[in-house]
């Protein structure tokens, strides 16, 4: 018969344990903290209002300081404008409480505001080159 013996065996309490989700010497909720931090600037940059606002802004920068724009610049202009203008009310529909804020009149508007781009764009195509509208 043989005898074991167990030598310098140690039993940590709960209140001394260490965390062992770590990814190289970080809790890992710091490192997803970072993360969404950085997903929510993301967020931010990429908004389309806030990108249509820069976009007017630099609009009236080039039209005040002369630079050439393509003629006409009009039918671009008030087409980008419905669209900001149509933007900002559905963000004000999205941010209604649940479900019914989004469908279905957040939906329409938002497909509304896609249809406004793509004929926005369409015409200024059409008027910066009209003999390759059609073919």
Known sequence: MKH?????????DAANSKSTAE?????????????????????L?????????????AYVIDLAGGKQIAAPAWPRAIGYAVAVVLS???????????????????????GLVVVVLLLTAWVAR?????????G
């Open 4 to 12: 074991v013996t167990v030598a310098e065996t140690t039993f940590m």
């Open 23 to 43: 990814l190289r010497g970080r809790p890992t909720h710091q490192m997803l903290v970072s993360f969404s931090a950085a997903y929510f600037v993301g967020a």
């Open 45 to 57: 940059v990429t908004d389309g209002l806030i990108v249509a606002g820069l976009a007017v802004i």
């Open 88 to 110: 900002l009310i559905n963000a004000f529909v999205h941010s209604r409480d649940g479900y019914t804020a989004v469908v279905p009149t957040g939906l329409m508007l938002s």
């Open 126 to 134: 059409a008027s910066a080159n009209p003999h390759r509208v059609g």
